[in-house]
């Protein structure tokens, strides 16, 4: 894995543009036009395509190129980064276009396997091709101390040649020349954040009837949240060595039987067990096939089909 943090974060800064690699940007939404004016800002030389011409005024009075057509912006750099809605949008604004010679980013969210078959595609059109998952919101790029970075994986060859150009608005990660291990990454980081935000909404549920401060209890979820996070790296110890054993301290055939009180609460405070029920019923399952002694790890396994 290869990790650098963004070249370039302040908008606004004057930069020459002697020996700047251009790009192309097809996309701009809140991601894309944040995406573009930080390589404005970088002073990159940049040529702009949107769906909706009006989108690209503002970045034309901040020096980009806006291209009449997805073939102009396609032909104006070596270098065409795409951040549109879903795959589906990014075959229809490249059908038709030459794509011969072209290094392809694609930062579009979607599945590994779309990433897989898109990598196919650009190659059979002569590009070559780079997937991209974003961990940032808008706000984030051009703001490295924010900590927002971008996922890649396809070409080792074609990261190295923009690795510099593709730090400036945020930093990147490398994950390997599969195309759709920047996709896996990044939803499945994603996919953490919304069991956590699930687990959230159903500690603020248990608490809405009640005489307690939303905003004095959030200090103590966000502090055990943290407390908590560090156990991913046991998780993953145990799924490594196969002993699930390792290092426990809270056994499932424990955890179980707390479970009435979790679910009782629940009842007595009006709440849908429907967030963490789910998880319940899985650990129930697990210790079912007699690994009491071991922790949460199995329940993974029984996730896997």
Request: aromatic letters at 6%; proline letters at 5%.
């Amino acid at each position: 894995m290869i990790t650098t943090r963004p070249a370039s974060s302040l908008i606004g800064m004057t930069h020459t543009t002697v020996g700047k690699t251009p790009v192309t940007l097809l996309g701009l939404g809140t991601m894309g036009t944040a995406l573009a004016r930080a390589w404005l800002a970088a002073g990159h030389p940049l040529t702009v395509w949107n769906r909706t011409p009006a989108r690209a005024a503002a970045l034309a009075a901040e020096g980009a190129r806006v291209a009449k057509s997805t073939a102009e912006a396609v032909a104006a750099s070596s270098l065409v980064v795409v951040c549109l809605l879903d795959d589906a949008s990014v075959g229809e604004a490249l059908a038709g276009t030459d794509l011969a010679g072209r290094d392809l980013v694609d930062l579009t969210t979607g599945t590994p396997a779309q990433a897989r078959a898109r990598a196919e595609w650009a190659r059979e059109r002569g590009a070559r091709y780079l997937d991209g998952g974003i961990m940032a919101v808008p706000p984030m790029i051009g703001a490295p101390e924010t900590g927002g970075y971008v996922f890649y994986s396809g070409s080792r060859e074609l990261f190295e040649r923009h690795r510099e150009t593709l730090s400036v608005p945020a930093g990147t990660t490398y994950v390997g020349t599969d195309a759709g291990h920047a996709a896996l990454h990044d939803i499945a980081l994603l996919s953490a954040m919304y069991g956590m935000f699930a687990g959230a909404a159903h500690a603020f549920a248990l608490i809405r009837k009640e005489d307690i401060d939303p905003a004095s209890f959030a200090p103590l979820l966000a502090d055990w949240l943290v407390a908590m996070a560090p156990a991913v790296h046991q998780t993953a110890d145990q799924l490594r060595s196969g002993d699930y054993t390792k290092g426990v301290v809270s056994p499932l055939a424990m955890q179980v039987a707390g479970v009435p009180a979790f679910l009782g609460t629940a009842e007595q405070q009006g709440v849908s067990p429907e967030l963490i029920g789910p998880f319940f019923a899985l650990m129930r399952r697990r210790l079912d096939e007699g690994s009491g002694e071991e922790g949460l790890t199995g329940v993974i396994d029984l996730l896997v089909r």
